[in-house]
Protein backbone atom coordinates (compact mmCIF):
# COMPACT_ATOMS: atom_id res chain seq x y z
CA UNK A 1 0.00 0.00 0.00
CA UNK A 2 2.64 2.49 0.91
CA UNK A 3 4.00 2.11 -3.08
CA UNK A 4 1.05 3.68 -4.34
CA UNK A 5 1.60 6.90 -1.94
CA UNK A 6 5.17 7.26 -2.77
CA UNK A 7 3.86 8.14 -6.06
CA UNK A 8 1.89 10.93 -4.52
CA UNK A 9 3.98 13.97 -4.08
CA UNK A 10 2.82 17.69 -3.03
CA UNK A 11 3.59 20.74 -4.65
CA UNK A 12 4.33 23.39 -2.10
CA UNK A 13 3.31 26.73 -2.81
CA UNK A 14 4.25 30.32 -1.19
CA UNK A 15 1.63 32.32 0.45
CA UNK A 16 1.13 34.16 -2.24
CA UNK A 17 0.45 30.58 -4.59
CA UNK A 18 3.49 30.63 -6.14
CA UNK A 19 6.12 27.54 -6.20
CA UNK A 20 8.82 27.91 -3.81
CA UNK A 21 10.87 26.94 -6.63
CA UNK A 22 10.53 25.76 -10.47
CA UNK A 23 13.73 23.82 -10.80
CA UNK A 24 14.42 22.09 -9.20
CA UNK A 25 9.87 21.90 -8.79
CA UNK A 26 9.09 22.64 -4.99
CA UNK A 27 7.92 19.07 -3.72
CA UNK A 28 7.46 17.33 -0.30
CA UNK A 29 6.56 14.05 -0.15
CA UNK A 30 2.88 13.09 1.11
CA UNK A 31 4.45 12.58 4.66
CA UNK A 32 5.85 15.67 5.09
CA UNK A 33 2.61 17.66 4.04
CA UNK A 34 0.47 15.27 5.80
CA UNK A 35 2.72 16.56 9.15
CA UNK A 36 2.35 19.93 7.95
CA UNK A 37 -1.40 19.79 7.72
CA UNK A 38 -1.46 18.35 11.32
CA UNK A 39 0.41 20.80 12.69
CA UNK A 40 -1.45 23.72 10.95
CA UNK A 41 1.26 25.19 9.26
CA UNK A 42 0.29 24.81 5.82
CA UNK A 43 -3.30 25.33 3.94
CA UNK A 44 -4.68 22.06 1.62
CA UNK A 45 -5.42 23.81 -1.76
CA UNK A 46 -6.16 20.50 -3.84
CA UNK A 47 -6.38 16.69 -3.00
CA UNK A 48 -5.86 13.44 -4.47
CA UNK A 49 -8.47 10.76 -4.37
CA UNK A 50 -6.50 8.20 -2.54
CA UNK A 51 -6.80 8.72 1.89
CA UNK A 52 -4.58 7.41 4.44
CA UNK A 53 -6.31 5.91 7.70
CA UNK A 54 -5.35 6.50 11.19
CA UNK A 55 -6.84 4.35 14.36
CA UNK A 56 -9.29 7.61 14.59
CA UNK A 57 -9.93 9.17 11.14
CA UNK A 58 -9.36 9.55 7.93
CA UNK A 59 -8.67 12.00 5.28
CA UNK A 60 -7.44 12.84 1.32
CA UNK A 61 -3.90 13.07 0.40
CA UNK A 62 -2.67 16.55 -0.56
CA UNK A 63 -1.99 17.58 -4.04
CA UNK A 64 -1.12 21.04 -3.37
CA UNK A 65 -0.51 22.92 0.09
CA UNK A 66 0.53 26.80 1.05
CA UNK A 67 2.76 27.89 3.19
CA UNK A 68 0.50 30.21 5.94
CA UNK A 69 3.23 32.32 6.09
CA UNK A 70 4.99 33.85 3.04
CA UNK A 71 8.92 32.56 2.75
CA UNK A 72 10.79 35.15 1.33
CA UNK A 73 13.21 33.99 -1.63
CA UNK A 74 16.87 34.78 -1.58
CA UNK A 75 17.59 37.87 -3.40
CA UNK A 76 21.43 36.39 -4.01
CA UNK A 77 21.20 32.74 -5.05
CA UNK A 78 23.75 30.19 -4.23
CA UNK A 79 26.89 30.06 -6.63
CA UNK A 80 26.10 26.20 -7.00
CA UNK A 81 27.25 23.88 -9.77
CA UNK A 82 23.38 23.37 -10.69
CA UNK A 83 22.75 26.98 -10.35
CA UNK A 84 25.41 27.42 -13.21
CA UNK A 85 24.19 24.79 -15.23
CA UNK A 86 20.56 26.58 -15.04
CA UNK A 87 22.06 29.44 -15.50
CA UNK A 88 23.43 28.36 -19.04
CA UNK A 89 20.30 26.58 -20.00
CA UNK A 90 21.86 23.01 -19.35
CA UNK A 91 24.05 23.86 -22.37
CA UNK A 92 28.41 23.96 -23.29
CA UNK A 93 28.89 27.61 -23.65
CA UNK A 94 31.55 26.47 -26.48
CA UNK A 95 29.82 24.15 -28.38
CA UNK A 96 26.10 25.13 -27.49
CA UNK A 97 25.10 21.48 -26.97
CA UNK A 98 22.04 20.74 -24.20
CA UNK A 99 23.25 17.94 -21.92
CA UNK A 100 22.21 16.73 -19.38
CA UNK A 101 23.27 17.21 -15.84
CA UNK A 102 25.31 14.27 -15.08
CA UNK A 103 27.16 15.07 -18.58
CA UNK A 104 28.17 18.62 -17.90
CA UNK A 105 31.30 20.17 -16.18
CA UNK A 106 32.01 23.41 -15.20
CA UNK A 107 34.85 25.03 -16.53
CA UNK A 108 36.57 28.33 -15.38
CA UNK A 109 36.97 31.05 -18.28
CA UNK A 110 39.87 32.17 -16.73
CA UNK A 111 42.06 29.18 -15.81
CA UNK A 112 42.18 28.76 -11.80
CA UNK A 113 46.31 28.23 -12.54
CA UNK A 114 46.22 31.59 -13.75
CA UNK A 115 44.35 33.27 -11.10
CA UNK A 116 40.41 32.52 -12.22
CA UNK A 117 38.20 32.71 -9.01
CA UNK A 118 35.51 29.89 -8.31
CA UNK A 119 32.62 32.17 -8.64
CA UNK A 120 29.46 33.33 -11.18
CA UNK A 121 31.57 35.98 -13.23
CA UNK A 122 34.45 33.14 -14.12
CA UNK A 123 32.76 29.93 -14.26
CA UNK A 124 30.16 28.31 -17.19
CA UNK A 125 29.12 25.37 -18.03
CA UNK A 126 31.05 22.44 -20.75
CA UNK A 127 30.27 19.61 -21.97
CA UNK A 128 33.50 17.22 -20.85
CA UNK A 129 35.41 17.52 -24.72
CA UNK A 130 34.80 21.01 -24.88
CA UNK A 131 36.29 21.31 -21.08
CA UNK A 132 39.24 18.89 -22.49
CA UNK A 133 39.73 20.82 -25.50
CA UNK A 134 40.09 23.85 -23.96
CA UNK A 135 42.35 22.50 -21.44
CA UNK A 136 44.22 25.58 -19.78
CA UNK A 137 43.74 28.25 -21.76
CA UNK A 138 41.58 31.08 -22.19
CA UNK A 139 38.51 30.85 -24.78
CA UNK A 140 40.54 33.11 -27.10
CA UNK A 141 44.19 30.91 -26.72
CA UNK A 142 41.99 27.89 -27.75
CA UNK A 143 40.31 29.98 -30.37
CA UNK A 144 36.79 28.84 -28.31
CA UNK A 145 34.20 31.67 -28.01
CA UNK A 146 31.97 31.86 -25.76
CA UNK A 147 28.23 31.30 -26.61
CA UNK A 148 27.42 33.74 -24.01
CA UNK A 149 29.32 35.63 -21.14
CA UNK A 150 29.12 34.51 -17.44
CA UNK A 151 27.10 36.51 -15.65
CA UNK A 152 25.56 36.63 -11.36
CA UNK A 153 21.66 35.76 -12.08
CA UNK A 154 19.33 36.96 -9.82
CA UNK A 155 16.90 34.15 -8.29
CA UNK A 156 14.00 35.64 -10.63
CA UNK A 157 16.54 35.27 -13.33
CA UNK A 158 17.13 31.59 -11.97
CA UNK A 159 13.42 31.32 -11.21
CA UNK A 160 12.14 31.77 -15.14
CA UNK A 161 15.14 29.34 -16.27
CA UNK A 162 13.82 26.73 -14.09
CA UNK A 163 10.47 27.16 -15.64
CA UNK A 164 11.89 26.53 -19.42
CA UNK A 165 12.53 22.72 -17.69
CA UNK A 166 9.22 21.35 -17.00
CA UNK A 167 9.43 17.88 -15.05
CA UNK A 168 8.60 14.92 -15.93
CA UNK A 169 5.89 14.40 -13.93
CA UNK A 170 3.28 17.08 -13.51
CA UNK A 171 -0.10 15.91 -11.49
CA UNK A 172 -3.20 17.46 -13.23
CA UNK A 173 -4.06 19.55 -9.77
CA UNK A 174 -0.59 21.60 -10.06
CA UNK A 175 -1.63 22.80 -13.69
CA UNK A 176 -3.09 25.57 -12.16
CA UNK A 177 -0.17 26.94 -10.16
CA UNK A 178 2.23 26.20 -12.42
CA UNK A 179 3.69 28.43 -15.71
CA UNK A 180 5.68 26.59 -18.01
CA UNK A 181 7.17 28.21 -21.00
CA UNK A 182 5.17 25.93 -23.28
CA UNK A 183 2.63 26.18 -25.30
CA UNK A 184 -0.81 24.96 -23.09
CA UNK A 185 -3.00 22.15 -24.61
CA UNK A 186 -6.44 23.53 -25.85
Not at 12 to 26: C, I, K
Not at 71 to 85: E, G, H, I, L, Q
Request: with cysteine.
Amino acid sequence: MLAVFEKSPVLVLNADYRPLSYFPLSLWSWQDAVKAVFLDRVNVVSEYEREVHSPTCSFRLPSVISLKEYAPTARKPAFTRFNVFLRDHFTCQYCGQRFVVHDLTFDHVVPRSRGGRTEWLNVVAACGACNLRKANRTPQEADMPLIRQPYRPNSHQLQDQGRRFPPNYLHESWRDFLYWDSELEQ
